[in-house]
């Protein structure tokens, strides 16, 4: 890459230092922030850039009054994708990172260091690979900023583990997939209602199949518990309790399910099922050919 020059800026040298030629009793504070190095890596914007912030150092080596800081050379901002909002704006806790910075005179720009910072810039573009870390970005200034962050994130990681359980259990490996479903359920922030309910859910199914029907029911009853309209947790439960030859409570979910799916033909089905082995063979008659006209294709049904 060709050497950096110094470059006449009509900004600098029309209006700023006039202004702080003006007023030698005045602090001036020049500084350059960090750029997201995918932004900067483009040759034009990171040449244009180190010869605005090296005409602003020689410029301003004269005035006593002058501080210059620049903040392209830190890795740790530019170079993690976590740190911005987009290409060009970065987060609040950026903003508190350069206060501080300022205030203990680090990343501050001189004649004599500035060589230094150029290389260490152009290294850390050409090493630059695209990553976005949340776990190492420079801390939010608000502590609330950084709890709900890292409480999306972990959202976002149960999430993961969800879908993992869900393959896990589709694939007839019911105990790994409960392992990972109780990571879940002692994990989760307990607003995310939606996450819980699922990891219930499934969790009670696991147990269904390895016939541990309490422990499923305990399940279900979390899942109505969080969620009273998620009507599958009534067709689990009510099996369940099929099994365990508790009839009442079994129809009971099967009759709360047609409520609240009235046009799907399972409900129907199971609970014709249960009143003909009660001999109520009119009603069950009329559920069984109700679910037959739902689902004619698909009902497990035959009426003889």
Same mark, same amino acid.
């Given at each position: 890459?060709?050497?950096?020059?110094?470059?006449?800026?009509?900004?600098?040298?029309?209006?700023?230092?006039?202004?702080?030629?003006?007023?030698?009793?005045?602090?001036?504070?020049?500084?350059?922030?960090?750029?997201?190095?995918?932004?900067?890596?483009?040759?034009?914007?990171?040449?244009?850039?180190?010869?605005?912030?090296?005409?602003?150092?020689?410029?301003?080596?004269?005035?006593?009054?002058?501080?210059?800081?620049?903040?392209?050379?830190?890795?740790?901002?530019?170079?993690?994708?976590?740190?911005?909002?987009?290409?060009?704006?970065?987060?609040?806790?950026?903003?508190?990172?350069?206060?501080?910075?300022?205030?203990?005179?680090?990343?501050?720009?001189?004649?004599?260091?500035?060589?230094?910072?150029?290389?260490?810039?152009?290294?850390?573009?050409?090493?630059?690979?695209?990553?976005?870390?949340?776990?190492?970005?420079?801390?939010?200034?608000?502590?609330?900023?950084?709890?709900?962050?890292?409480?999306?994130?972990?959202?976002?990681?149960?999430?993961?583990?969800?879908?993992?359980?869900?393959?896990?259990?589709?694939?007839?490996?019911?105990?790994?997939?409960?392992?990972?479903?109780?990571?879940?359920?002692?994990?989760?922030?307990?607003?995310?209602?939606? @996450? !819980?309910? =699922?990891?219930?859910?499934?969790? $009670?199914?696991?147990?269904?199949?390895?016939?541990? /029907?309490?422990? *499923? +029911?305990?399940?279900?009853?979390?899942?109505?518990?969080?969620?009273?309209?998620?009507?599958?947790?009534?067709?689990?439960?009510?099996?369940?309790?099929?099994?365990?030859?508790?009839?009442?409570?079994?129809?009971?979910?099967?009759?709360?399910?047609?409520?609240?799916?009235?046009?799907?033909?399972?409900?129907?089905? @199971? !609970?014709? =099922?249960?009143?003909?082995?009660? $001999?109520?063979?009119?009603?069950?008659?009329?559920? /069984?050919?109700? *679910? +037959?006209?739902?689902?004619?294709?698909?009902?497990?049904?035959?009426?003889?």
């Amino acid at each position: 890459m060709p050497e950096i020059q110094k470059i006449s800026f009509p900004n600098i040298v029309t209006n700023l230092l006039p202004l702080i030629k003006k007023y030698p009793d005045v602090h001036f504070i020049l500084f350059f922030p960090p750029h997201y190095y995918l932004e900067l890596a483009n040759f034009n914007n990171y040449f244009d850039l180190l010869s605005l912030q090296k005409s602003a150092v020689e410029d301003t080596a004269l005035c006593p009054n002058v501080m210059v800081f620049g903040f392209d050379d830190s890795s740790a901002i530019g170079g993690n994708a976590a740190n911005y909002r987009d290409m060009y704006h970065f987060h609040s806790g950026v903003n508190m990172y350069m206060l501080e910075s300022i205030r203990n005179d680090r990343h501050r720009l001189t004649s004599l260091n500035f060589a230094e910072y150029e290389t260490k810039v152009r290294n850390n573009l050409r090493d630059f690979r695209i990553y976005s870390n949340f776990e190492t970005m420079i801390p939010m200034a608000l502590p609330q900023e950084n709890e709900t962050l890292f409480a999306t994130l972990r959202s976002n990681e149960s999430k993961e583990m969800l879908d993992n359980a869900i393959i896990l259990y589709k694939s007839n490996k019911f105990s790994a997939a409960v392992k990972i479903l109780e990571a879940i359920i002692n994990s989760t922030a307990t607003d995310n209602i939606t @996450l !819980l309910q =699922n990891a219930h859910y499934y969790r $009670g199914n696991a147990f269904m199949h390895m016939e541990k /029907l309490d422990t *499923a +029911i305990h399940d279900y009853n979390k899942v109505v518990e969080i969620n009273p309209d998620f009507a599958w947790a009534y067709i689990e439960r009510g099996t369940a309790f099929l099994k365990l030859k508790n009839v009442d409570a079994a129809k009971k979910d099967f009759k709360h399910f047609i409520t609240l799916k009235p046009n799907d033909f399972r409900g129907y089905w @199971l !609970l014709g =099922n249960l009143s003909a082995k009660k $001999g109520a063979l009119r009603q069950a008659v009329a559920l /069984l050919t109700k *679910a +037959i006209e739902l689902s004619p294709h698909d009902s497990p049904i035959a009426l003889s």
